[in-house]
């Protein structure tokens, strides 16, 4: 969404106009060294400086825009061009600084109260240089500074940089216009597709949950928008795993608009992804109390109870968001696992291969039809499945050593065994398919390569596999064999 620049001339409201032309008459009557701080938005930092440059045309004014994170901004003023001619410098985006120090404290293992509370447990380096170098910002520049910052910035220099802040001559306060708060709440408030907010970098991420808590303290913000934000907001804390802040955006949000069944789904999702499924299974009841036909509440309620172990019921929810939403490939897919877990596997074949001509290229449809093929014994048509799986993921390790177990039930061990190199050249450290392929050359009567493969998985997995070869029958034709009895021997020893 573009947004419209304001008129400065007609649109800003009285009291904005005021703190113009107090900030317009104080850097007119401002001699040599100045230090003042200007809260507005981005957009509105540049309509400031446009409107500055006309009402104080007879001062000499340079703008510093900083596009990135920087540590000495002492260094990057002196080296300005005619800095000795500059009456007024006017300072932008030195949030970035800030904005990837956040991001650093999540890196650091700092925990959200810590991230979200302004701690002191440190100072962005920016702004250490600024209190260590104050003086010399007085002494050694004879100009106006005026720094325009968004409100969390602000804040970082009163509780993080008092020493330099205190030198101000002045804080000049431009609140969003109502035009652009909605507009700007609106843009945020939007975004339906979650997968944008997984593909955003740490550093992303984090400006967006700083610009969308700016927009929620707005004095002028609505109870709606703002109820939209902090789902807003609990979605980018979600994506970036920080589920415990997103529960309590959500929170927020209900508590403003209890009937919220948008917010209900998604703090179930949040419960989920935290492993507390009962509470989540509530949520998602909330959301459908408040809207039958929510798919996504039936499809997320199907989840949670279904990891409960309550398959049946997590059935009959996969149905009910079918009945509303058809082509839900993923619904159909889980279908077909929970009928799988309950051994109605001609059931969930039919489910899967509903999927698949939603989604022909879903592997994982075609990975668990081939599984539910192997459950009724029907290797041929797993191998097929697992194939389709290959042809689509060729470094799907899981799905080689499988599709190995699959030509093991058909005595094609030679095959299988090609199989399990596949999967051993993508993740070697695999001990069952080692094991496996073990038990494949000892049915082919090769002790030789038996041994060696059982010695790799004995090396990976010691107990499990010491105890599984003694009784496991695929190794009945070398179980006398002097050197495998020496291995088992060895496994008791080490054991002991």
């Known amino acids: 969404m573009t947004l419209e620049l304001t008129d400065w001339d007609n649109d800003l409201p009285s009291e904005t106009d005021e703190e113009y032309q107090a900030l317009v008459r104080t850097l007119k009557f401002t001699e040599g060294f100045g230090l003042f701080f200007v809260r507005c938005s981005p957009a509105e930092s540049e309509q400031i400086i446009t409107k500055i440059k006309v ?4 001062k000499n004014i340079h703008v510093l825009r900083l596009d990135e994170a920087v540590n000495n901004l002492y260094e990057i003023i002196e080296k300005l061009d005619n800095r000795e001619k500059i009456e007024i410098l006017f300072i932008t985006g030195l949030e970035h600084s800030f ?7 999540a890196l650091a293992g700092w925990n959200s109260r810590d991230i979200y509370s302004y701690s002191w447990k440190g100072v962005p380096p920016v702004l250490i240089n600024l209190n260590q170098q104050r003086e010399r910002f007085r002494d050694n520049f004879n100009m106006c500074f005026v720094f325009l910052l968004p409100q969390f910035a602000i804040k970082y220099f009163i509780q993080r940089a008092p020493d330099f802040f205190d030198w101000r001559s002045g804080l000049f306060e431009f609140p969003l216009d109502q035009e652009t708060l909605e507009q700007e709440s609106l843009r945020h408030s939007l975004v339906d597709d979650y997968e944008i907010y997984l593909k955003l970098t740490p550093e992303e991420r984090t400006q967006k949950i700083i610009e969308i808590q700016e927009l929620i303290v707005e004095y002028h913000q609505t109870p709606d928008q703002r109820c939209s934000l902090l789902i807003s907001l609990g979605r980018l804390q979600s994506a970036g795993k920080d589920y415990i802040q997103a529960l309590a955006s959500y ?14 789904n998604k703090r179930g999702n949040a419960l989920s992804d935290l492993g507390r499924y009962e509470e989540a299974s509530v949520c998602f009841d909330k959301a459908l109390e408040i809207q039958l036909d929510d798919h996504k509440a039936l499809y997320n309620r199907g989840n949670a109870v279904r990891q409960l172990g309550c398959n049946e019921e997590a059935i009959a929810a996969y149905e009910r968001a079918l009945a509303i939403q058809p082509d839900d490939h993923y ?5 077909g696992y929970a009928l799988s877990i309950l051994g109605r596997n001609e059931e969930a074949i039919a489910a899967y291969e509903r999927a698949l001509v939603i989604q022909p290229n879903d592997h994982y449809a075609w990975f668990f039809r081939g599984n539910a093929f192997r459950q009724l014994g029907r290797n041929e048509e797993a191998i097929a499945a697992y194939d389709r799986v290959l042809a689509i993921q060729p470094d799907d390790h899981y799905a080689w050593y499988i599709r190995g177990n699959a030509l093991r039930q058909l005595k094609r061990n030679e095959e299988a065994i090609a199989a399990y190199d596949k999967a051993l050249a993508i993740q070697p450290d695999f001990y069952q398919a080692w094991y496996n392929k073990a038990c494949s050359y000892a049915k082919l009567g090769n002790i030789e390569q038996a041994l060696e493969n059982l010695q790799k998985a004995i090396d990976l997995s010691h107990d499990r596999y010491i105890e599984m070869a003694r009784t496991d029958s695929d190794f009945d034709g070398i179980r006398e064999d002097e050197r495998f009895q020496t291995l088992m021997q060895a496994g008791e020893f080490e054991a002991f």
């Open 55 to 58: 009402d104080v045309a007879n």
């Open 99 to 105: 904005y990837k120090y956040e991001e650093c404290k």
């Open 251 to 264: 929170d927020k949000a209900l508590a403003i608009q209890p009937d919220k069944h948008e917010a209900w």
């Open 331 to 335: 619904a159909w897919n889980l279908q």
